[in-house]
Structures are given as C-alpha cells and as structure tokens.
C-alpha cells in the first residue's frame, strides 16, 4: 500500500462526511431545478416525482413574459445596488480601520470597542429611526436608500484592523524614513499588502447586500426599483399557491448568478471566511 492509498484509507470517512453533506446542500437546489422543468400538475402530486418526465420551459415563459415580473431588471438593480454599496464600505471602512489599527491617538481603544457594542445592536431596532433619516432625506425608492445606510460597516472595519494590525510595522517606519506621510504610508505601504483582506470583504459584503430583504422591501415602492429578492417575495405570494413551477423558475434565476459568482470567487470566498474565523487572534 503506497503512502496516497494508505492516506486515502485513513480520511475516508472524512470524505464520506463530505460527500453526504454536499448531497445535503445540493438536493434542494436538484429538486428546485427539476421541478422548475414540470407542470404545476407533476409539481402537486404526491410524491412529486423527482425528475420530469417530459421537460418544459412553461413556467420560465410566463415568468419572463408577465408584465409586473420584471426579473431582469430587478437583478440589475441588484447588482447595481449591491457592487455600490460595496465601494462605499470599502471606501469608509478602509481608512478607518488604518487609523483603529496602525495610528496611535488618545482614546482609539475606547471608541474602537464603543463602535463594536454597535454590533449587538439588532438591525431590527434601528429599522424605523433609518426609514424616517431616509424619507427626511428624500432617499425613499431611490437607490441612495440601498446604498448610503449601513456602508460605516462596523464588520469591515473590526476585519481590516485584524489584518492590518499583523503588517509588519517595519515597513511602515521605512516608508517614516523616505518621509511618506500617513495617507502615503496607507497608500503604498499598508493598502496593496491589504488586497485579500479587502478582496475577501468586498465579496462577504457583495453576497450580504445581493441577497438582503427586509430593508429593499421597506424602502422600496416602486415596481422598477424592486431588487430580486423583494421580486421573489411577491412572486412566491402571488403564484405559490396556483402555480409553484413559476415561483421555482425565478428563484432558479436568482440561484444562477450567485452559483456563478461562487465558482469565479471561490477561493477568496473561502479565505474570507477563513479570516473572519480567525479574527479574533
């Protein structure tokens, strides 16, 4: 037995475990596909068969044909407003990590651990102070309401500073010595060494936005401001009682951008929540 069999042997049930928890994870996405692929009568009979016998594009038909189901532009919107609201917290939270994490200045431990008490903060108490800030500012169904709450993001912050806190601070007093001021020494010393703590941020953050829908559905009237998730909501309430087969072909139009964006991201996917499990070291 050569060292790659006896290795095998050895994990095997390692990757048994692995194997079952990934039939796990998949079946639902198996069965909302297939059953995205029959009529609503196959769907409703018990047991719904697992595969269709006759595909049929039906329910993607009438899902990309209605009128008030505007799936593809509901995405753009998401897209759009998730890549933006990803640029504003990467430009705020950016900096102001540099400074919790590399600068020293009187009280930076207290307000640092004042901003992470905002964390246990739930979402849900300051849902309607945000909506009253929004409609004063006129934001309200406009994406500015998308974008501007919530990107002083305390997580990207607390994230960057653990990663920046671990540069070397050598390099730093190098850049001291050419007479790099603060922002140069962030420019070019700190910021490109940062390029995977910010890289692995951007997509946890991307993810959070893209799939957020509590806030998009209280802020958001309009029926071309609508993201996808809102979209799917009220698809699901319209259809699911009459037609599943249309309420599955949406949220597998919704699954594939993000299955897309996984298999292109996956390995910075997988290192950013590496480094938030390790952030705390």
């Not at 653990?162 to 962030?186: K, S």
């Not at 829908?213 to 071309?224: A, G, Y």
Request: hydrophobic letters at 50%.
């Amino acid at each position: 037995m050569n060292i790659r069999q006896n290795y095998f042997y050895r994990h095997m049930g390692t990757y048994l475990f692995l194997i079952i928890m990934a039939l796990v994870v998949l079946l639902p996405l198996v069965i909302t596909l297939s059953q995205s692929l029959m009529t609503n009568q196959q769907v409703n009979r018990w047991p719904p068969p697992l595969l269709p016998a006759t595909p049929t594009l039906d329910a993607y038909n009438t899902v990309f044909s209605q009128p008030d189901l505007r799936l593809i532009q509901w995405l753009g919107n998401s897209i759009y407003a998730a890549t933006c609201y990803t640029l504003a917290v990467l430009a705020i939270c950016t900096p102001a990590a540099y400074a919790f994490g590399r600068l020293k200045f009187p009280g930076r431990n207290i307000l640092f651990s004042i901003l992470l008490i905002t964390v246990m903060i739930p979402s849900q108490v300051t849902l309607i102070p945000n909506f009253l800030v929004m409609k004063d500012l006129k934001f309200l169904d406009t994406f500015n309401a998308l974008i501007w709450p919530g990107a002083a993001n305390v997580f990207g912050v607390f994230l960057l500073r653990q990663f920046m806190q671990q540069i070397p601070t050598e390099l730093e007093e190098a850049a001291i010595l050419d007479g790099a001021t603060y922002w140069g020494r962030f420019r070019y010393v700190i910021l490109p060494l940062s390029t995977n703590a910010i890289t692995a941020l951007a997509i946890l953050v991307f993810l959070g936005h893209y799939n957020d829908l509590l806030w998009p559905f209280v802020t958001m009237n309009s029926l071309e401001k609508r993201t996808l998730p809102v979209g799917l909501q009220i698809l699901n309430s319209a259809y699911a009682g009459s037609y599943r087969p249309i309420v599955l072909a949406g949220s597998v139009f919704a699954t594939v951008p993000i299955v897309i964006f996984y298999i292109i991201f996956q390995r910075r996917i997988i290192k950013g929540v590496t480094m938030t499990g390790m952030g705390g070291r």
